[in-house]
């Protein structure tokens, strides 16, 4: 079992950088791949970027892609999401999740466990 606390997040301006951290519990934190997803207010759960066990290999939404940077250090069991260039429309409760799965996947069903969540509101 792993368990999982995002943070970093806050109130910043369009076209700031802002970076959040998922730090995990546990001495299997290599085991899991690991995504990050968000969920704006009356919007679904939207795969934001995943991080395979190994941090070789990153997948990102079209949303975001050439603006966030997905990253891992398993030997302190955090994953990052560096957000760069960051717009309206990326407002929203972020969520970092882990899965058994060796590369992740992009749907929120496949993943075993969540974070509580971190909000990222960008306004003027």
């Known amino acids: 079992q792993v368990q999982l606390a995002e943070s970093g997040g806050g109130l910043v301006q369009p076209g700031v950088s802002l970076r959040l951290s998922c730090a995990a519990s546990?001495?299997?934190?290599?085991?899991?791949?690991m995504g990050w997803f968000r969920q704006a207010p009356g919007k679904e759960r939207e795969f934001v970027a995943r991080?395979?066990?190994?941090?070789?290999?990153?997948w990102y939404g079209d949303s975001v892609k050439g603006r966030f940077t997905i990253s891992r250090d398993n030997a302190n069991n955090a994953v990052y999401l560096q957000m760069n260039n960051l717009k309206f429309e990326d407002t929203a409760v972020y969520y970092c999740?882990?899965?058994?799965?060796?590369?992740?996947?992009?749907?929120?069903?496949?993943?075993?466990?969540w974070g509580q969540g971190t909000q990222v509101t960008v306004s003027s």
């Open positions: 999740a882990a899965t058994r799965d060796s590369i992740g996947s992009d749907y929120y069903s496949a993943y075993d466990y």
């Open positions: 991080i395979s066990r190994s941090g070789g290999m990153t």
């Open positions: 546990g001495r299997t934190f290599s085991s899991y791949a």
